[in-house]
């Protein structure tokens, strides 16, 4: 079975900081892996996405996430964030494209002035 | 990427009543998947949609109390039945996709 484990559900750093958000995964076959992040009373917006093509994987919004299956982790990064980063983060596998999603717990990160 | 209309938005229900949420894509789509978010906890699956077959229920979660229906390869419906305030959650359908799965904006049930 697939699960998913974030480490820190809550994480602060300042505007302009290194954003480091941390995904480990579990996974009896080799994986896919997403990253989503939730606004405040907002849906779902997939910000990247691993399936098995290039270890890194840059989404949307300055993210980028590495792919490293010896550490069985999928930590997502930005240089310097903003404040509108502020929000909820969450890692998910699946097993196969078109199964279901496992998520992880989220992880909110705040960010300082 | 599919772009999905869920609806309501959110709603307040009694307790003991029913909730029909929406779910409309604008592609056809093999599978849907229905998430529950509980106040500041993360997405767990209730069920899969397959059109044309019973959706497939995860460990604790039953038809009686999440019936679905999947009427054809663009829309599903997920009936949150006799309801109680433990069901007061966000509820999101969900759909797989070239460009990675999207999700609906959810559906914010408050039972009272």
């Known amino acids: 079975a697939q699960s998913v484990t974030q480490l820190g559900s809550h994480v602060s750093v300042s505007e302009g900081a290194l954003v480091l958000l941390r995904c480990n995964y579990s996974?009896?076959?080799?994986?896919?892996l997403f990253w989503y992040v939730q606004y405040p009373n907002q849906g779902l917006q997939l910000l990247l996405k691993?399936?098995?093509?290039?270890?890194l994987v840059k989404g949307i919004n300055g993210f980028e996430a590495e792919f490293k299956k010896s550490e069985t982790s999928f930590h997502l990064t930005k240089p310097s964030a903003h404040m509108s980063d502020a929000a909820e983060y969450f890692c998910?596998?699946?097993?196969?494209?078109?199964?279901?999603?496992?998520f992880g717990a989220g992880t909110i990160l705040r960010v300082k002035s | 990427s599919a772009v999905i209309s869920q609806k309501p938005s959110r709603d307040i229900c009694q307790r003991g009543t029913s909730l029909t949420i929406q779910c409309q894509v604008d592609?056809?789509?093999?599978?849907m998947f229905w998430y529950r978010q509980q106040p500041g906890q993360s997405l767990t699956l209730i069920a899969t949609?397959?059109?044309?077959?019973?959706?497939?229920?995860e460990s604790g979660f039953v038809i009686d109390k999440f019936p679905i229906s999947r009427p054809n390869l663009t829309f599903s419906t997920l009936t949150v039945s006799n309801m109680s305030p433990e069901d007061s959650s966000i509820y999101l359908c969900?759909?797989?996709?070239?460009?990675?799965?999207?999700f609906g904006s959810g559906t914010r049930l408050t039972v009272v």
């Open positions: 592609s056809q789509v093999t599978m």
């Open positions: 691993y399936t098995s093509a290039a270890t």
């Open positions: 949609a397959n059109q044309g077959s019973e959706a497939t229920y």
């Open positions: 998910a596998v699946s097993p196969q494209y078109g199964n279901k999603l496992v």
């Open positions: 996974s009896s076959v080799p994986p896919y």
């Open positions: 969900s759909v797989d996709g070239r460009y990675g799965y999207t």
